[in-house]
């Protein structure tokens, strides 16, 4: 079992930043993949960013250029640096832990990021 715990959200003004940090407990694999997903009201979760633990990313086109994600040394540490913010970042945001071998996902609670105008 992850147990994921996330922090660093909050209210921002637009082109402000951000950083969102979330602490994995439990086991974690080398191949487990963590990433960052949001969900604003009334529409889809989605990916915003993702990263193994040999360091690839992949991002979402919205926020390329703007956000860096990376993982602690010890690789159970995730942050989504978050610049340039705009009004539609507004969302809360998830951290996940996808375990490809056994095909699960683990999620957090999930921190709310609102960007005004």
């Known amino acids: 079992q992850v147990q994921l715990v996330e922090s660093g959200g909050g209210l921002v003004q637009a082109g402000g930043s951000l950083r969102l940090s979330c602490v994995a407990s439990?086991?974690?694999?080398?191949?487990?993949?963590m990433g960052w997903y949001r969900q604003a009201p009334g529409k889809q979760r989605e990916l915003v960013a993702a990263?193994?633990?040999?360091?690839?990313?992949n991002y979402a086109d919205s926020v390329k250029g703007r956000f860096t994600i990376s993982r602690g040394n010890a690789k159970s540490t995730v942050y989504l640096q978050m610049n340039s913010l705009k009004p539609e970042d507004t969302a809360v945001y998830y951290c996940?832990?996808?375990?490809?071998?056994?095909?699960?996902?683990?999620w957090g609670q999930g921190t709310q990021v609102t960007v005004s105008s």
């Open positions: 996940n832990v996808y375990r490809p071998i056994q095909r699960s996902d683990y």
């Open positions: 439990g086991s974690i694999f080398s191949i487990d993949v």
């Open positions: 990263i193994t633990s040999g360091g690839s990313t």
